[in-house]
């Protein structure tokens, strides 16, 4: 555990221990890799020991030089969680009904009020605590590696410490001035329309699921008016029951079904059934996500870092426009800024969100379906890296994991440059899963 205060500009007060973790590399060279996770609100300790077993094949092979460092952040994992559950097995009619809901959320925030300041929890007081950590360990410089919040969380670092970074390879990227809105609504009408192309152009799911895109538009407006009963079996109880299913919690939970393409192969067969008007297989899709999301992040932190960084900085225009030619409109965002309510903090700084300028070499990776951080942002980043490069993975999601960018990653890491990297090399290199006709391999997510 290292020692944090929690009002870092007071420099008194409340210590927060952080949960920190260190593999040793068999040549150190005084540098560490900084195994960050996304989110906000995923911890990173308890990747060390998959890592330590070489599950990640990119790190593994820099582990000879290079010590990896895990820290989880304020407000996640064993560092002063706020430990919210939004989505208790014995309460599903709740988050069937609210992405936040109110009464968990509000509970949960005056618990940890009493306890805690949750205007502490954010993204430029967490890369201050990984300096801190980084300088108590002797490591001159870090290599920054991570995707989605990660990728933001590294932006901000490479603009506080980039003095300390010795290269980052990011990816699903966000960064300061180029975040979608919440729940990016362009890239989860992006990557509902390539899907149904994809669809179209195969022969299994065309012949299958012939009128997805027409059946998909008409399911949704079904819940337009009013919330509908879906039938779902209780995780915990094991037993069916009738819930009522909000347009809010359906779009979005969607939405992220279609963040990696092996979950995004079963929605034409999903909104088939539920156009039939069987919910079983939508339910499950629902009780899928809610469940990944409460059980993945810290949702006290993860709203405490999104209010404080993201939502100030929402663009009306952008929603506006987003709102209107989107599946999922603006009611991610309307449910964001509610819990912000609720959740109170302090927002950040205009400055903050200006574009991070910086000369540290830089890979960014994203793929060109990516519901949650679309790959116009990344371009837009990108823009002010001066040894920055990107690659772009056509049909990939919220992931752009294959063997090509696999070599690509692990040749910048040990050159610790991306001035020879091929950036076309990989764009071609994803290959689509095939499309579900049933639900017989679901459990494998669940």
């Known amino acids: 555990m290292f020692g944090v205060y929690e009002n870092r500009d007071a420099k008194s007060g ?38 330590a077993d070489g599950d990640d094949p990119i790190v593994a092979k820099v582990r000879d030089r290079y010590d990896v460092l895990f820290v989880d952040s304020r407000g996640m994992g064993t560092s002063n969680p706020t430990n919210c559950n939004i989505s208790p097995y014995n309460d599903m009619a709740t988050y069937f009904l609210q992405i936040w809901p109110d009464k968990i959320l509000s509970a949960c925030y005056q618990r940890y009020a009493k306890t805690s300041n949750p205007s502490q929890y954010n993204t430029n007081n967490a890369v201050d605590d990984l300096d801190d950590v980084r300088a108590a360990l002797g490591y001159h410089k870090l290599i920054l590696y991570g995707g989605s919040y ?17 290269s980052a390879l990011l990816e699903a990227i966000g960064a300061p001035g180029f975040m979608p809105l919440p729940g990016a609504p362009d890239g989860a009408q992006t990557a509902l329309d390539d899907l149904t192309s994809k669809c179209s152009r195969d022969p299994r799911c065309a012949k299958q699921f012939p009128h997805f895109r027409e059946h998909f538009y008409a399911v949704v407006a079904r819940f337009e008016e009013k919330p509908l009963s879906v039938t779902v079996r209780n995780p915990k109880t094991k037993q069916l029951q009738s819930v009522l299913l ?105 400055n903050f969100n200006d574009p991070v300028v910086s000369g540290v070499p830089v890979l960014l990776l994203n793929g060109s379906d990516d519901p949650a951080t679309p790959p116009k942002y990344a371009m837009g980043a990108v823009r002010y890296l001066a040894n920055g490069k990107l690659v772009l993975v056509r049909g990939a999601g919220h992931g752009v994991d294959t063997p090509c960018t696999t070599r690509l990653m692990i040749e910048f890491l040990r050159a610790g440059s991306a001035k020879n990297i091929d950036a076309n090399a990989c764009t071609g290199a994803f290959k689509t899963p095939r499309f579900a006709t049933s639900m017989a391999k679901w459990q494998n997510f669940e």
Not at 22 to 32: N, R
Not at 33 to 50: F, H, N, S
Not at 156 to 166: A, P
Not at 276 to 298: H, I, K
Request: aromatic share 12%; glycine share 6%; hydrophobic share 45%.
């Open 246 to 350: 909000s347009r809010e919690v359906l779009v979005d939970r969607i939405r992220e079904n279609l963040y990696f393409p092996e979950t995004a192969a079963y929605l034409p067969f999903i909104i088939e059934r539920a156009y039939q008007a069987d919910y079983v297989p939508l339910g499950r899709l629902v009780n899928l996500w809610s469940q990944f999301m409460a059980n993945g992040q810290d949702a006290g932190t993860n709203l405490a870092y999104r209010c404080a960084d993201f939502d100030p900085f929402i663009s009306e225009q952008e929603l506006q426009v987003a709102a209107a030619h989107s599946f999922t409109g603006d009611l991610r965002v309307r449910a964001e800024r509610n819990a912000c309510r609720t959740w109170k903090v302090d927002p950040m700084p205009a």
């Open 14 to 51: 409340r210590i927060i221990n952080l949960g920190v973790v260190v593999l040793k590399a068999q040549h150190p060279t005084g540098d560490a890799l900084a195994y960050i996770e996304g989110g906000p609100g995923v911890p990173a300790v308890p990747d060390a020991a998959p890592v």
């Open 150 to 166: 990660a990728s933001f969380f590294s932006f901000v670092y490479l603009r506080r410490h980039g003095d300390h970074v010795k």
